[in-house]
Structures are given as C-alpha cells and as structure tokens.
T-cell receptor, first 111, second 114 residues
Framework: DAGITQSPRHKVTETGTPVTLRCHQT?????MYWYRQDPGHGLRLIHYSYGVKDTDKGEVSDGYSVSRSKTEDFLLTLESATSSQTSVYFC??????????FGPGTRLTVL | SQELEQSPQSLIVQEGKNLTINCTSS?????LYWYKQKYGEGLIFLMM?????EEKSHEKITAKLDEKKQQSSLHITASQPSHAGIYLCGADIEKNQGAQKLVFGQGTRLTINP
C-alpha cells in the first residue's frame, strides 16, 4: 500500500459545511494526488502536489482546495460542501518516478 | 474520462476461460497503468507500460501496449474466482518528467462464474 493512509474513511456531512480530508504517507514521496471516483465518470484528478507548498489544479478542481505544509500530509478541503461532492475520494503517490499507488479511499456523503 | 475508452464495460466468463480487456485512446499514452478494484475498496496496482510494443506478465495476467502507444490490452489466462472485480486503465497523456496526472477509463466489471 506504499504507506498511504486516509482519514476519515467515512464521513457524512450537511450541505454548506466545511470538510477536510487527510492523506498521510510515511515514505517521503514527492508527488501526491487527490482523485474522486463517481459512477459514470471513473476517476478524475482534483489537485496534485509536487512538493511542500507546491500544488496545482487537476481536471475537476472547482470547489476544492488543498494544502501541503509537510511532505507526509496532503489535505483536501471542501470549503462549503455540496451534494455534487458526494463521492469516494482517493489519495495517491508516485513511487520510484513511474508507478502510482492509491490509498484506501474516503467515502463522503453530503446531505 | 472520454480520453480513455475501455471495453467491454462488463464481462461474465466461465471459470477457466481466457478473457481480454481493452483500453484505447486517441492520444499518445506516455504511461499506461492497469489497476484492479474490489467493490468498495481501493485500487490495486497491477502493471505499468511505457514503451511501444511492451508486454508484461504477472501470474496469469498479461498486459500489452501497442507500437503506436494508443491501445493496451489486459489478458487473463485460465480465469479464477479471485480475478473477479473491476479493472481500470489509467494513462498519462502528457509528456513530462514530473507529476503523473492520470486519466482513467470507466472500468470493466469482471464476473467469474464457477
């Protein structure tokens, strides 16, 4: 699993509330990613990081922000959750410059 | 992503039979990744292909990337119940040496009947 953990694993929240998901890795990987997985859309990249405090947008970044203040942690924040953000969120890392491993996922439900 | 088309979307095979899943793009694939996912779980990395014509095998699973680097196939020989799940292809369609911003196909749901 390349030492990737995600927290929480499940969360139910209400529309309009802020939500932060955490991705933690223990192997000092430089590149980290956040994807969302939805039926009919597959996996889509939200944001990624190429180092501490270095982040960039992916395909579906609207409504999301990220932060990386330490190598091991990559946070995904929904400033004001909407029902369209109900999804399964996966964190990933690049290993050995060419392989991407995924975390176990966080299932988020926005009511 | 519409940039990667997987076929078939679902597949039901008898245990012991061979099967093939395809992943096609209109763009050059600079890295092609195959993953397996059990329902409600994370993605398990299977193989990564980079060079045109490359072929890799692991146990009974073989993946190939065509010479043009626009199509990949995943072949399972003598399927077993443990092969059941969702197979996803992901690809890096940007030529760079840094982040791997993968796009994914919609997956192939594989069912193995005893």
């Amino acid at each position: 699993d390349a030492g990737i953990t995600q927290s929480p694993r499940h969360k139910v929240t209400e529309t309009g509330t802020p939500v932060t998901l955490r991705c933690h890795q223990t192997e000092n990987h430089r590149y980290m990613y956040w994807y969302r997985q939805d039926p009919g859309h597959g996996l889509r990249l939200i944001h990624y990081s190429y180092g501490v405090k270095d982040t960039d947008k992916g395909e579906v970044s609207d409504g999301y922000s990220v932060s990386r203040s330490k190598t091991e942690d990559f946070l995904l924040t929904l400033e004001s959750a909407t029902s369209s953000q109900t999804s399964v969120y996966f964190c990933a890392i690049t290993h050995n410059a060419d392989t991407q491993y995924f975390g176990p996922g966080t299932r988020l439900t926005v009511l | 992503s519409q940039e990667l088309e997987q076929s078939p979307q679902s597949l039901i095979v008898q245990e012991g039979k061979n099967l093939t899943i395809n992943c096609t793009s209109s763009k050059t694939l600079y890295g092609l990744y195959w993953y397996k996912q059990k329902y409600g779980e994370g993605l398990i990395f299977l193989m990564m292909l980079q060079k045109g014509g490359e072929e890799k095998s692991h146990e009974k699973i073989t993946a190939k990337l065509d010479e043009k680097k626009q199509q990949s196939s995943l072949h399972i020989t003598a399927s077993q119940p443990s092969h059941a799940g969702i197979y996803l292809c992901g690809a890096d369609i940007e030529k760079n040496q840094g982040a791997q911003k993968l796009v994914f196909g919609q997956g192939t749901r594989l069912t193995i009947n005893p």
